[in-house]
């Protein structure tokens, strides 16, 4: 049975990656429904905590149905992380995971997510700083370095152990490919085999099916998988894996009415957390993958990801499964 500190988390657990504007309470409430065994949500600001801005701080809501759920944070100043840390623990989470992995130019060229990987000592001060502010264990997703001469994961992961993380997870990507090019799992297979290493050590990067999954477990030797881009509109993802891994053989996929009750279900739980505007503009990113490879589909999903009226939605996506049938997807 993996741990996370006391947290039981399954033989093999899958994780929903943590993804902006993606792994909200909706989003995450269908992952969990379909097999994923631990979330995470979208990263958080440690400064908009600290300022107790809005969206922030709703990033905080999270639900018992969910558990166990890590929230994560990011920022480049060690004062401010160790504060929102403070600030996190008080919503409650199982978890609490520090993004050093997010690669995108805002985040990343301001010294935060995968930006700390040019200052590791930092990095093992913050995450010191940070394991010493909370009692809830605390998590790290990172990646394998800045660049290909930065490949330093192997020491790094020690080092974090050594300052009291529970469990890391590693993207086998440097910031520099960003999401290009195959994921190198060989060094996170050599963190996980470092004799040094006693918390468990989660995969990530390139996982779409359940053969690469069970590739990667039986080649790799991780404790577990943390799936992110796979999942996007396609939650079904996480039981297609277990199911794979217990019997060698492939679920169908899902049918057209089983691909309308997940958007649906997504949608309204959208409006109910984030109210009409929000709730429609955040779940259209979904619609293309939940209805991937539908033929003769665009009409319909031109009006799902351009309609701005609630009632044009729920009509179109009741009209679906009347108009289509499951001998239509080509996927």
């Not at 995108?104 to 913050?126: E, R």
């Amino acid at each position: 049975m993996v741990k996370i500190g006391d947290i039981e988390v399954g033989e093999f657990p899958l994780l929903l990656a943590p993804m902006e504007d993606v792994s909200d309470p909706p989003f995450r409430a269908l992952c969990k429904q379909h097999g994923a065994d631990v979330m995470y949500t979208e990263f958080i600001s440690s400064e908009g905590l600290i300022r107790d801005a809005a969206k922030s701080v709703q990033k905080l809501d999270i639900f018992e149905y969910e558990r166990p759920v890590g929230i994560q944070i990011f920022g480049n100043e060690i004062s401010s992380m160790r504060e929102a840390a403070a600030i996190t623990e008080e919503a409650n989470p199982d978890i609490i995971d520090i993004n050093y992995g997010c690669p995108v130019k805002n985040v990343a060229c301001k010294g935060a997510g995968a930006g700390i990987l040019q200052d590791i000592p930092k990095m093992v001060s913050m995450t010191s700083e940070i394991v010493k502010a909370v009692n809830k264990p605390v998590t790290v997703k990172t990646r394998l370095g800045w660049d290909e001469n930065t490949k330093y994961i192997v020491e790094v992961a020690e080092r974090l152990q050594d300052v009291g993380i529970k469990a890391i997870s590693i993207h086998g990507r440097t910031r520099k490919q960003m999401y290009k090019g195959e994921a190198d799992w060989s060094l996170i297979s050599a963190v996980k085999n470092n004799p040094r290493m006693h918390i468990p050590v989660f995969g990530n990067g390139d996982v779409d099916s359940p053969e690469k999954a069970l590739h990667m477990r039986n080649t790799y030797d991780v404790d577990g998988i943390m799936i992110g881009r796979a999942s996007i509109g396609y939650p079904w993802v996480f039981n297609e894996i277990k199911h794979f891994f217990e019997t060698g053989e492939k679920l169908p996929s899902p049918t057209i009415a089983e691909r309308v009750e997940a958007a649906r279900q997504h949608f309204e739980m959208a409006l109910k957390w984030k109210g009409e505007q929000l709730g429609i503009k955040e779940t259209r990113r979904h619609y293309t993958n939940y209805f991937k490879g539908i033929k003769d589909f665009k009409p319909y999903r031109m009006t799902l990801v351009t309609s701005d009226d609630v009632s044009e939605i729920r009509d179109t996506l009741d009209k679906i499964p009347l108009t289509f049938k499951d001998e239509m997807i080509l996927i």
